[in-house]
């Protein structure tokens, strides 16, 4: 079993920043890729970015389109935390955004649906003002 739990949610002006952490307990942390996922509301929960396991060359990461650019996911293995640093925030990122782990090709970027993470955090609330 993994634990996660998220934080750094809140709201913020268009055009702000926000950095979420995702803190893990319970297996081994580096054994698992990382993914963000984000559920406004009436919408299905999507894809937002995605860091694998730490290869020899370092870890891949992967983003949505809708992010790419402004976001950027990290991983601290040391601190068993995943980050997603979150830069130039419009209205339409509002949302819970949610942490996963996934075991399921660990070192694979293009990992981007929720059924192939194993474990999710309980989410946590980002709301951009216009």
């Known amino acids: 079993q993994v634990q996660l739990v998220e934080s750094g949610g809140g709201l913020v002006q268009a055009g702000g920043s926000l950095r979420l952490s995702c803190a893990a307990s319970?297996?081994?942390?580096?054994?698992?890729?990382m993914g963000w996922f984000r559920q406004a509301p009436g919408k299905e929960r999507e894809f937002v970015a995605r860091?694998?396991?730490?290869?020899?060359?370092?870890?891949?990461?992967y983003y949505a389109d809708s992010v790419k650019g402004r976001f950027t996911i990290s991983r601290d293995n040391a601190k068993n935390t995943v980050y997603l640093q979150m830069n130039s925030l419009k209205p339409e990122d509002t949302a819970v955004y949610y942490c996963?782990?996934?075991?399921?090709?660990?070192?694979?970027?293009?990992?981007?649906?929720?059924?192939?993470?194993?474990?999710w955090g309980q989410g946590t609330q980002v709301t951009v003002s216009s």
């Open positions: 996963a782990a996934g075991s399921t090709r660990g070192y694979n970027v293009l990992v981007v649906t929720s059924t192939e993470y194993d474990y």
């Open positions: 860091i694998t396991r730490v290869a020899w060359s370092g870890a891949s990461t």
């Open positions: 319970g297996r081994t942390f580096s054994d698992y890729a």
